[in-house]
């Protein structure tokens, strides 16, 4: 995709006009109107999303010395959205253009197919302002305008399947600078205790948090290799009417747990 920098006085009265204008000035004015598109490039938010061509330089909040980016393109129009989708698996970012009608399957779909990704257990999540995972779109039959996404957000496509409907997926991980279990079965089990209801409170720690991927392992030995502090366990699903005991049987399963403490001894304290 070509593309170049562009300073104009802005006397337009449309997007529309001011791009002929642009296209006038640098010598392509054979190109097609309807495959170039316009965006604002600022340098603390970086390159805006495509601009609608029916707007007023004033109405966008243009001033005179905007830097602008000419690309090839088709302008969005009223009934679409332009969306940014990042691939951790693929390590890269794409823009869309879509129907704000649109499904989240259907949209999944087209994402997965420009990214060259296969299977059926992948989910997106939206992004907060520094790009830290800040909910799940569950509902692949809703559309992106029910969901109330915004112009340019970015979501994550991410390998995995929901948990079902009604239930709760929990990241845990370790404090590798807390103490740990001593010898003692009564000391083990008031640190392990004192773990679960950190993450029953829901003082949880993103993922974002560590570069440490899930990942088997059979030693606490093993745990000096990954993140300086945090360490990740692994997921819990269970349901949101759960109680804390549930909880803690869950969490059995996880095999640095079963390596951290006798079962019998843990659910001498239930």
Known sequence: VESGF????FLYESVRLLKIAILSAVGNVEDDLDCLRLRADDESEGLSPPVREHLSISELGWS???????????PP???EI?????SRVRGSTELFVVSRSLRIGDFMSLAMKRFDLAGDKWHFCRTNWCG????????????????????GETLLLLEGSLPPKGFLRLAVYLDKKSTGPTNSSKNSLEWLQGLI???AAGVGISRSETETKPRSTSSLDSLETNSPRYCF????????QATLSDLK???????????????????SSS
């Open 132 to 151: 830290e995972e800040a909910g799940l779109l569950e509902d692949k039959e809703t559309s992106l305008e029910t969901e109330k996404l915004k112009e």
């Open 77 to 79: 129009t009223l009934d």
């Open 64 to 74: 005179s010395g905007q830097q602008l980016v000419l690309e090839r393109g088709k």
């Open 6 to 9: 562009a300073s104009f006085l």
């Open 197 to 199: 209801e950190t993450f």
């Open 249 to 267: 049987a869950h969490l059995l399963t996880l095999p640095l747990v079963k390596l951290s403490l006798d079962a019998s001894v843990f659910y």
């Open 233 to 240: 366990l692994g997921d819990v699903e269970i349901s949101k």
């Open 82 to 86: 332009c969306l940014n989708v990042t």
